[in-house]
């Protein structure tokens, strides 16, 4: 190198870098719709950085503590030649031990500097040589980047002393350490996936089957080739590796396109990304320009994904057993050997009893592959990597000898009520096995539906169900996070249905087709995936009764979550929901179908007060069918069970309890338990003569808490409430309106601190109440609150845009109008809605508040003094409400 290079100032490496970075950025840009775009961009990348690191170490060559016993070397991902745009610089500044880290400390800080002046983020580290001949036990991602490790600069024998000795040395002692502890951090990265690559908006790096496990696998393969030279076994076979490269390649031109598009290290396929993907047919192999569909887009990306899962999990199951440790655990579901036909399990894998090469290789026939896959949904066992590799080529022959009929029923039937028949479905799906049986299926294959409430791809959502059904035979009250199951209580008694079930395999059947319509461009999916299942009862001979139910469940598996936002105790609700269901066994499996329904949304999407709802939806359903349901409003005569179970908490007060509920909807004492009502009752009877008295309680939990007014009733008073708590950022999730025949009010709000200042500050619970209290009594302005307290700031841009709707049904309720809004869901939607019902003259009786993803789903019971709405006040009403909620969304 010349002197002039030597001395080359920052400025000019600079230049030199950046335009480098320009040119390779020109060349993916042109170049991105072929898969191995990316990872040409990010070789040229580490190129690029290879040459300024080395220049800026010649530029200090003078300086005498880099003289010798200094090596600088490139680990982790720039050590395997791969630098996105974004990345960190992996850097190990390697030390013979002559000189500390200390006395470098401004030697490589000088450095380090000029790399971030060129406009690379550097991460090094320093380490004497001595100290990376030891595993750190807590730190095992140092030893796994060291794996991949090249030589930059400095003093090339202390290099090569790391690569030859210190390193093989490391890794022949310690393998069997580090292999336990990779698997234990992927596990539990995965863990936080929910163990799914199929998510809406997938992390290319860290979601299962993402680019991280694209290196999980590398330092497996190479710890398993130094645990079978120490232990003189056979490795692991690589299994389709082309196969595995080109979704290497594709994955890895994505993350290169993330980068570029989010100008930083952000790797998540957010929905304007999948377009805009999707627009310039980002790594699908043709020449120039070629947009395709977003969702085609997306299934190529899952597809790919999932090929990298599948090698991921094979080299993870391939661990070696040792004794006691916390993922053999995980890995494996029977350590004893069990004999199936034509296969056996053991060590918790499914292995063929003969080689492939034999004439009758069990792979081609149907029987033993379904009994397989019946003996996974038994056994929780997996598909050993040898199984699969003969599956998959298996499939033109399985498809010719697949004979339909009650013998296919059967072998499915045992599939579906396997305790982990998700377990087994998703394999057969993976290996297009499920498709053979139920083609139907193949419509919703990664299948992304965009309304920012599902977390999971149509096909994954279907799977999770299934868990969802199977898991509540056995609920566990504590989380595998150590968290109490706030769901036990409900999931043991929705258990107790399913257990009862005559035909449980009619319910999975179901669940298994209930989406199947999404898959069509047709306005009602649940008609769809019905008309789609006949086909399926043909091939199955199923009987005209098991079909009937099936198609039944199918066709009103949203018929309890729509019936759910109306007032579940009003007579008319309950006879309109009551008339779709058939039988008390049929209510019984749409109950369950709807539990595991909204379960499977995502984790949150099931609150135990929905789940409440929904068992108080299915017992009075239930009490109707049969005939033995209670009147609508709550009299002395037809109520005294529920009125006494209040009034034994206060006898000398019963006369004083009895006058105090006359009146209020039945939903009030179904929805309250009787500590909840007196507690009410005695606030009630602390208000002041002032009409302006209100009455206010907060019960703080984790995660929804609920404060509940009691003030005798005048407007605004709901408004009023919903808007002191938007003005303290606090997220409602659910409301409740009620009144009695006195004109008292009791309004209860479930709601989320976003910020968790009442948990973090429990001395602003006080306060928090006292400011409400002011609003609510007038000391001061809401108006003024909201000005002052609210923290939203500018609003994100929406994923989804909801268009807003609302409709007025007089048909719904023998006293009360029922008006509905869908709208995008923003602070202050509730506050707006309810102040123009105000300004309206009427009354909200019942509020019942939903939210799925950004839309949210509010119904309201309201009365115009005491009466129905007439239509003129209904369309006026309507036109204000729309006019105010678009104001609200501004």
């Not at 000029?114 to 580290?125: F, Q």
């Not at 030859?164 to 580090?178: A, G, N, S």
């Not at 808490?705 to 008073?717: G, K, N, P, Y």
């Amino acid at each position: 190198m010349s002197k002039t290079t030597e001395t080359q100032p920052s400025s000019d490496l600079r230049d030199f870098y950046q335009q480098g970075i320009a040119a390779v950025r020109a060349r993916f840009e042109h170049q991105q719709s072929t898969r191995a775009a990316g990872h040409a961009a990010v070789h040229e990348r580490a190129q690029l950085a290879d040459e300024l690191v080395r220049r800026l170490w010649q530029k200090y060559a003078n300086d005498p503590k880099l003289r010798s016993g200094v090596a600088l070397v490139a680990i982790g991902g720039y050590g395997r030649s791969q630098l996105f745009p974004f990345s960190d610089l992996d850097l190990l500044i390697l030390l013979n031990g002559s000189r500390t880290e200390l006395e470098m400390k401004d030697s490589i800080r000088r450095i380090s500097q000029e790399i971030w002046d060129c406009g690379i983020r550097a991460s090094p580290a320093t380490r004497a040589l001595s100290e990376c001949s030891d595993l750190i036990a807590g730190n095992p991602e140092f030893t796994l980047s060291l794996m991949d490790h090249r030589f930059l600069a400095g003093d090339r024998k202390l290099y090569d002393k790391l690569a030859q000795e210190t390193l093989p040395k490391l890794l022949q002692r310690d393998h069997r350490t580090l292999i336990t502890r990779l698997v234990e951090i992927t596990l539990e990265r995965h863990a936080k996936y929910a163990n799914t690559l199929f998510h809406l908006e997938p992390n290319v790096k860290d979601c299962p089957g993402g680019l991280r496990d694209v290196h999980v696998c590398g330092w497996l393969t190479t710890l398993y080739a130094i645990a079978a030279t120490a232990q003189k076994h056979a490795r692991p076979e690589p299994g389709n590796i082309t196969e595995f490269q080109q979704a290497n390649d594709f994955l890895a031109t994505v993350r290169c396109f993330l980068h570029e598009r989010h100008g930083r290290d952000d790797n998540t396929l957010y929905w304007q990304s999948q377009d805009a993907a999707a627009e310039t047919g980002l790594a699908l192999g043709h020449t120039g320009t070629r947009k395709v569909d977003a969702s085609v887009w997306m299934r190529s990306f899952f597809r790919n994904a999932r090929t990298i899962y599948r090698r991921a999990r094979q080299l993870l199951e391939e661990a070696p057993r040792v004794r006691g440790s916390s993922f053999y655990d995980q890995l494996r579901r029977r350590n004893k050997r069990v004999q199936g036909d034509g296969f056996h399990i053991e060590h918790g894998r499914i292995i063929f009893d003969t080689p492939a090469s034999v004439k009758n290789d069990p792979a081609n026939d149907p029987d033993i592959v379904l009994n397989l896959f019946a003996a996974i949904a038994k056994h929780g066992c997996k598909l050993s990597s040898e199984a699969e590799d003969r599956l998959e080529p298996s499939l033109p022959l399985l498809a010719t000898s697949l004979e339909e009929g009650p013998a296919l029923w059967n072998h499915f039937r045992n599939i579906l009520t396997g305790p982990y028949a998700g377990e087994a479905l998703r394999a057969m799906h993976a290996l297009g096995i499920l498709e053979l049986i139920v083609p139907e299926f193949l419509g919703i294959d990664a299948l992304v539906i965009r309304d920012a409430y599902h977390r999971y791809t149509v096909d994954e959502h279907t799977f999770v169900l299934i868990d969802t059904l199977h898991g509540l035979l056995h609920p566990i009250e504590t989380l595998p996070n150590g968290r109490p199951n706030l769901l036990f209580e409900w999931q043991r008694r929705f258990g107790s249905l399913l257990a009862d079930l005559p035909h449980p395999e009619l319910l999975y059947l179901s669940a298994l087709m209930h989406d199947a319509g999404k898959g069509r461009d047709t306005p009602d999916h649940s008609k769809e995936s019905a008309r789609m299942a006949k086909n399926l009862f043909a091939r199955m001979e199923l009987d005209p009764y098991e079909s009937g139910i099936v198609k039944h469940l199918i066709v009103n598996h949203l018929a309890m979550s729509n019936a759910m936002r109306r007032d579940i105790f009003d007579m008319e609700t309950l006879r309109l929901f009551a008339e779709q269901v058939e039988s008390p066994e049929q209510l019984r499996m749409l109950a369950l179908l709807t539990f595991a329904d909204i379960a499977a949304v995502h984790p949150d999407a099931l609150t135990p007060w929905k789940a409440e709802n929904l068992w108080n939806l299915y017992i009075a359903a239930s009490n109707y069918l049969d005939r033995t349901v209670d009147d609508d409003r709550v009299k002395s005569r037809v109520s005294s069970e529920l009125i006494a179970r209040v009034t034994t908490l206060a006898p000398t007060k019963s006369k004083e309890i009895r006058a105090y509920l006359q009146g209020f909807p039945q939903r009030y004492l179904r929805t309250r338990t009787p500590e909840q009502v007196l507690s009410h009752f005695e606030m009630a009877s602390k208000l002041s003569a002032d009409e302006g008295a209100v009455e206010l309680s907060l019960q703080h939990a984790l995660p929804v808490s609920e404060i509940t007014l009691v003030a005798r009733d005048r407007s605004r008073l709901f408004a009023t409430i919903a808007g002191g708590l938007a003005a303290w950022g606090m997220n409602i999730v659910n409301a409740d309106a009620f009144s009695n025949g006195n004109g008292i009010v009791v309004d209860s709000f479930s709601f989320t601190d976003a910020f968790r200042t009442l948990e973090l500050n429990p001395t602003e619970r006080t306060r928090f109440l006292r400011s409400m209290e002011d609003a609510l009594t007038g000391v001061e302005s809401i108006e003024v609150l909201l000005a002052t307290r609210t923290r939203s700031g500018k609003r994100r841009t929406p994923k989804v845009t909801v268009e807003t709707h609302v409709t007025f049904d007089d048909s719904a309720s023998s006293h009360s109008t029922l008006l509905q809004v869908i709208a995008q869901d923003v602070p202050g939607l509730l506050r707006a809605i309810s102040l123009t019902v105000a300004d309206h003259d009427c009354n909200i009786e019942v509020a019942l508040i939903d939210t799925e993803g950004e839309m949210a789903i509010d119904g309201f019971y309201i009365t115009r003094f005491g009466e129905k709405l007439d239509a003129t006040r209904a369309n006026q009403l309507r036109e204000a409400l729309i006019v105010a909620i678009a104001r609200n969304d501004l």
